[in-house]
């Protein structure tokens, strides 16, 4: 069974770019959970997504969106970047009926420059 | 707003040492807890799931509680590795959404 897998590995933008990060589920899990790590701190929840419906939403502003596709993987898009916006972007999903238990990916490094 | 507070920052034990980690949380009503390992610029690897229901849950040589009165919650492990150095995350899950604590950056000396 293919865990969750996340692309790109690592990325380098510049202040004002556009970012996508991709995210694709485990088998069967039909929620996806994105979040921001900065170096030192735990994650920061940005958003939830279920069946292809944004289910939640943390304390990020709206240049961070994103997508659910019917097959369940997601994109997180970040537009007008900050330097503050590095960080490690780590995208979760879960199985119905599991009590929402998370499986994490190995994250996309992103360097704002 | 949830609030969720991990003590220690760091910990340093020998070999064959049993530990215990602590997590607290400001708000009761939570869902679940979950504890997770991540070893440095990696993703979590889960490690427990606790409901709401439960008091504590087993898994080889760690043992979770939880105590949502009192908003606690500690991970035992026992007879602790080198292997086992990492940061360990508690998240409690409120809703849609878990919120994290800073972590406990455990360190195994052989």
């Known amino acids: 069974e293919t865990g969750v897998t996340q692309s790109p590995t690592h990325l380098i933008k510049t202040r004002g770019q556009q970012v996508t990060l991709r995210c694709s589920s485990q088998?069967?899990?039909?929620?996806v959970s994105w979040y921001q790590q900065a170096l030192g701190q735990g994650p920061q929840f940005i958003f939830q997504y279920y069946r292809e419906e944004e289910n939640g939403r943390g304390n990020f502003p709206p240049r961070f969106s994103g997508l659910q596709f019917p097959n369940y993987s997601s994109e997180l898009n970040v537009n007008a970047l900050e330097l503050d916006d590095s960080a490690l972007y780590l995208c979760?999903?879960?199985?119905?009926?599991?009590?929402?238990?998370?499986?994490f990916g190995p994250g996309t490094r992103l360097t704002v420059t | 707003k949830q609030e969720v507070t991990q003590i220690p920052a760091a910990l340093s034990v020998p070999e064959g040492e049993n530990l215990v980690l602590n997590c607290s949380f400001t708000?009761?009503?939570?869902?679940?807890l979950q504890w997770f390992r991540q070893d440095p610029g990696k993703g979590l690897t889960s490690l427990l799931l606790i409901q709401s229901s439960q008091r504590e849950q087993t898994s080889g040589r760690l043992n979770a509680s939880l105590d949502k009165s009192s908003g606690r919650s500690t991970l035992y492990i026992a007879a602790s590795q080198p292997g086992d150095s990492a940061t360990y995350l508690c998240?409690?899950?409120?809703?849609?959404?878990?919120?994290f604590g800073t972590g406990t950056s455990l360190t195994v000396i052989p």
């Open positions: 998240a409690v899950g409120v809703g849609n959404q878990f919120y």
């Open positions: 088998s069967g899990h039909n929620t």
């Open positions: 979760a999903s879960s199985p119905p009926g599991q009590g929402n238990e998370q499986y």
């Open positions: 708000d009761s009503a939570i869902y679940n």
